[in-house]
Nanobody, 120 residues
């Protein structure tokens, strides 16, 4: 079983920065694209960004120029650097990974989320 554990959330003032991390653990699994999603209070979960094993990235328009994702494949870790944070960025941020089990079965895995609160 693959597990994703996010960390780095917290309270920050508007204009500030936070760096989230997501570590994947599991024996024999292959991890491919990793992504970040978020769910703001009272809203649907929404896509934020994704990064392939080769480092190709994609961002939602509302974070372009402010958020940067990166990964360390050797550590099975993906990062989300969030700058120029706004109160509307307040949300629980979730890590997601495309994985294949040792039996070559596709498995989508989600983390438990980490709360980011941006005060005005």
């Amino acid at each position: 079983q693959v597990q994703l554990v996010e960390s780095g959330g917290g309270l920050v003032q508007a204009g500030g920065s936070l760096r989230l991390s997501c570590v994947a653990s599991g024996t024999g699994f292959r991890i491919y694209t990793m992504a970040w999603y978020r769910r703001a209070p009272g809203k649907e979960r929404e896509y934020v960004t994704r990064i392939t094993t080769g480092g190709d990235t994609n961002y939602a328009d509302f974070v372009k120029g402010r958020f940067t994702t990166s990964r360390d494949n050797a550590k099975n870790t993906v990062y989300l650097q969030m700058n120029s944070l706004k109160p509307e960025d307040t949300a629980v941020y979730y890590c997601r990974a495309d994985t294949y089990t040792p039996m070559d079965r596709y498995l989508e895995v989600w983390g438990q989320g980490t709360l980011v609160t941006v005060s005005s």
